[in-house]
Nanobody
Framework: QLQLVESGGGLVQPGGSLRLSCVGS????????IGWFRQAPGKEREGVSCITSSGVTTTYAASVKGRFTISRDNAKNTVYLQMNSLNPEDTAVYYCARHPFPGVCSLPNKGLDQSTYDYWGLGTQVTVSS
């Protein structure tokens, strides 16, 4: 059974940091691109970051570029999202998702297109507040 499980969310003060993890199972993790998405209260879900299967290519939304870093350890079936300089606008439920095309993050405007991702985790809550 294919599964994605996020963890690492929590409450953090503005300016703080968190590292999210996404562990995949039930599929060839090393052959899939993984994306991070988030949904804030009352807003639509949006793309945050994407990493190709090899980890060589990454993509970021403009709102997080320079603050967030995506990485992966295929030996541990895990993708990480390091989030620094957090602000209240980053408050959301964060989801990871699998894309069957390993190089999707290399394609313009495709890596953060959630409509083409096929499996999703249940999400982890991130709250940035003082």
């Amino acid at each position: 059974q294919l599964q994605l499980v996020e963890s690492g969310g929590g409450l953090v003060q503005p300016g703080g940091s968190l590292r999210l993890s996404c562990v995949g199972s039930g599929f060839d993790f090393y052959s899939a691109a993984i994306g991070w998405f988030r949904q804030a209260p009352g807003k639509e879900r949006e793309g945050v970051s994407c990493i190709t299967s090899s980890g060589v290519t990454t993509t970021y939304a403009a709102s997080v570029k320079g603050r967030f870093t995506i990485s992966r350890d295929n030996a541990k079936n895990t993708v990480y999202l390091q989030m620094n300089s957090l602000n209240p606008e980053d408050t959301a439920v964060y989801y990871c998702a699998r894309h069957p095309f390993p190089g999707v993050c290399s394609l313009p405007n495709k890596g953060l297109d959630q409509s083409t991702y096929d499996y999703w985790g249940l999400g982890t809550q991130v709250t940035v507040s003082s």
